[in-house]
């Protein structure tokens, strides 16, 4: 009978102990077969679809909003629009929040990203949304140009006023962010509607197209108006010129272009308008987003003293 209690004493302990692993095991984090290998999501981020029925496309703004948000239910916020948002939006939104790990040195504001069209790829959606003319450059010969006008309308009447009924933006605080053909369709949009935002930051922008058409367009702004109340920021890398020594070989002088509009719009002598650039050393047009970004928010949005 020892001998019985014994074994029993001994199953009894395997089997407690068996019951220990199990109960560890179940408690332990296991993965979910469910999300391994799913893409990574930026939380804390919204993505809405805001069509236009002039169109008939479909648009996704991608919104991320400040951390005081919901601690400040009476506060407006500064909202910044950007283009290309694809690679835009993620890149804005963690500089925004890096620079000011250490104390406030950009004010909080709401990001809203523009999407391309849905079902279009980037460079069919820029190619025609983001430029003033049709008459675009030989090697995009087979890509429709020059819906920047109708695109302008959209931002306006549909995606703008989605955000504004939506969250609590400031109306009289819109900047505009855009690079490259974003950078055109934002000088676009100051010689031809310039308080649908008060700040924009042309990056890159692409003085060039059709002839420097934006040069027109701008000297037709100036004949008809004496002032142009808006903040202007240029950004542009040193090596967005061409010739040796430039890593752009060929191609327009995108800094002389830059320096020429700031010059012409000096000239005008606008009481409402403050414009300036900068040249950013060593930087080229592929390489210089992240840090005109940087940039431009320092100058446009600095955190209030």
């Not at 102990?17 to 408690?27: I, Y």
């Not at 695109?151 to 995606?159: H, I």
């Not at 969250?167 to 900047?175: H, I, S």
């Not at 040069?215 to 008809?224: D, G, H, K």
């Amino acid at each position: 009978m020892k001998a019985f209690g014994l074994v029993m004493a001994m199953l009894g302990a395997m089997v407690a102990a068996a019951c220990s692993e199990q109960a560890d095991a179940q408690s332990s984090p296991t993965p979910d077969a469910r999300t391994e290998g799913a893409p990574y999501v930026l939380t804390g981020t919204q993505v809405w679809t805001v069509p236009d029925p002039v169109s008939g496309r479909d648009y996704e703004v991608f919104v991320s909003l400040p951390a005081s948000y919901e601690a400040s239910p009476q506060r407006r916020y500064p909202v910044l629009y950007v283009t290309d948002a694809d690679y835009a939006f993620p890149i804005i939104r963690q500089i925004a929040r890096r620079v000011n790990l250490d104390g406030p040195v950009i004010e909080e504001f709401i990001l809203v990203g523009l999407s391309y069209s849905r079902g279009d790829t980037g460079t069919v959606s820029r190619n025609r949304d983001y430029t003033p003319t049709p008459n675009g450059p030989r090697r995009a010969s087979t890509t429709l140009h020059g819906e920047g006008p109708a695109y302008q309308t959209y931002l306006k009447t549909r995606a703008i006023p989605f955000i504004e009924g939506r969250f609590r933006a400031d109306p009289a605080r819109r900047v505009l962010l855009g690079h490259s053909y974003g950078g055109l369709l934002g000088a676009q949009i100051l010689f031809t509607d310039p308080t649908l935002f008060r700040g924009y930051i042309l990056g890159s922008p692409s003085f060039w197209f059709d002839r420097r058409h934006i040069m027109t367009m701008e000297a037709a702004y100036a004949r008809s108006h004496d002032d142009l109340p808006a903040e202007v920021f240029m950004y542009i890398g040193a090596h967005e010129v061409p010739g040796p020594g430039a890593r752009n070989t060929s191609g327009p002088d995108m800094v002389a272009d830059v320096q020429t509009m700031e010059q012409v719009l000096r000239s005008h002598d606008y009481p409402g308008l403050s414009v300036r650039s900068t040249v950013l050393a060593d930087e080229d047009h592929l390489t210089v987003a992240p840090a005109g970004f940087t940039r431009a928010l320092l100058e446009i949005l600095p955190a209030k003293r």
